[in-house]
């Protein structure tokens, strides 16, 4: 079986073939790879970073410390409108007024 992959690079596709034979007996551990999608214009690039760092923490308390430096996480950002969300697109406006709303209280 195989599967296409963006390049994280931007080189175009890479082709992802499953493990054979002694590496597949061994299981190898393999890089874990966290895909995060937003809308963009909503997270700045600070934002984006901090997302990057707690999500790494977030894996690497599950899969183990060793794993962090091969753990990749991708951040995509959707063309606002192209989110859809209760049979709508959803603009980066409509998040930015998300944003704003207070919390309601919980009882």
């Known amino acids: 079986m195989r599967s296409l992959l963006s390049s994280p690079l931007g080189l175009g596709p890479t ?3 499953p493990r054979q034979g002694a590496a ?3 299981r190898e551990p393999t890089m874990p790879l966290v895909n995060v999608r937003v809308i963009e214009g909503v997270f ?3 934002q984006k970073q901090d997302i ?6 977030a894996m690497t308390s599950v899969e183990g410390e ?3 430096d ?3 996480v991708v951040i995509d950002e959707v063309q ?3 989110w859809g969300m209760g049979g709508r697109g959803v603009t980066t406006a409509d998040v930015h007024a998300l944003q704003r ?3 309601a209280a919980s009882s």
């Open 66 to 68: 060793s794993l962090r």
């Open 80 to 82: 606002s409108g192209d």
């Open 101 to 103: 709303r207070p919390i």
């Open 52 to 57: 990057i760092a707690k999500v790494t923490d």
């Open 24 to 26: 597949a007996e061994r």
């Open 44 to 46: 700045t690039s600070e």
């Open 15 to 17: 082709k992802i073939q």
């Open 70 to 72: 091969v753990t990749w």
